[in-house]
């Protein structure tokens, strides 16, 4: 499964920022069309859960 980085909070995944595995038809035709996630890849996936963490805290 890909990950995501969520770009805006949504209800059923996570927080803004939280990096989440979906499956290719959900990031594709939902997530990203309504711009509410990005593909994660390995950079993206580091800095997306960096952020992630220094806003719990």
């Known amino acids: 499964m890909p ?3 969520l770009l805006q909070d949504v209800e059923s995944l996570g ?3 939280a990096v989440v595995d979906v499956s290719k038809g959900y ?5 990203i069309p309504r ?3 990005q ?3 390995e950079g993206r996936a ?3 859960a ?3 963490r ?3 805290a």
């Open 3 to 5: 990950e995501a980085i």
């Open 27 to 31: 990031l594709r035709n939902f997530l």
């Open 15 to 17: 927080e803004k920022g």
């Open 46 to 48: 580091a800095r997306g």
């Open 54 to 56: 220094a806003r719990r």
């Open 39 to 41: 593909p994660g890849d």
């Open 35 to 37: 711009k509410l996630a």
């Open 50 to 52: 960096d952020a992630y």
